[in-house]
């Protein structure tokens, strides 16, 4: 069965400072695996996706985020926080790669001023 | 372009009612996926539609239940509602790999 793990509940930074977020994945096959942000009462907006090739992958407001096959890891990072950066982030994974996303818990971020 | 539309943003319904939330994905998309979101079970995965059929089905009862239109417009539909059932219903649009999720229903169970 496919899973993501966030082992996270809440990471906090100061604003300035560098800010990762960790996700780890279960799933057999080569997985798709994607980063998304919710602010409060609002849907689920993207931010970056790996889905083959480099193992480093930009995305949306200057985050990116670090594939690693041998760790199983997917980490999110950002050079330089901001209080706006404050969300909950969630990491995914389509084992399909098309049908279906599964999703970790959720890491709340909070970046103080 | 249009992003993905969900209707009605906030929903109130008492115990026993059915209810009926709407998707329209952003056009050209074909595949319309519905998740369910409370605090205790974090995103769950209900079902997915593409061409008007359901490919995928995520472990929930049978009182949950879709559809998907000629125009890819989606609904799903929660017969005999529980209290369990208020959550923030999303739904994702997608073509390929890009998924894209509009802003949810808000159903609370009263």
């Known amino acids: ?113 | 372009k249009a992003g993905v539309t969900q209707t009605p943003r906030y929903l109130i319904k008492t115990r026993g009612q059915q209810v009926t939330l709407s998707c329209s994905p952003i056009s050209g998309h074909r595949s319309v996926s519905w998740y369910q979101q409370t605090p205790g079970q974090g995103l769950q995965f209900l079902f997915e539609y593409f061409s008007e059929t359901q490919r995928n089905k995520g472990n929930f009862p049978g009182r949950f239940s879709g559809r998907q239109f000629s125009n890819s417009r989606s609904e799903m539909n929660v017969s005999t509602l529980e209290l369990g059932d208020s959550a923030l219903y999303l739904c994702a649009s997608s073509a390929g790999t890009d998924y894209t999720f509009g802003s949810g229903t808000r159903l609370t169970v009263v």
């Open chain 1, 1 to 113: 069965a496919q899973s993501v793990a966030q082992p996270e509940d809440q990471v906090n930074v100061a604003e300035g400072n560098p800010l990762t977020v960790k996700c780890t994945y279960s799933v057999s096959g080569n997985p798709y695996l994607f980063w998304y942000v919710q602010y409060p009462n609002r849907g689920l907006q993207f931010l970056l996706k790996y889905i083959t090739g480099d193992n480093l992958v930009k995305g949306s407001y200057g985050f990116e985020a670090e594939f690693n096959k041998s760790q199983t890891s997917f980490h999110l990072k950002k050079p330089s926080a901001l209080v706006s950066d404050s969300a909950l982030y969630f990491c995914a994974v389509s084992p399909t790669g098309f049908q279906k996303l599964v999703f970790g818990t959720g890491t709340r971020l909070l970046v103080s001023p």
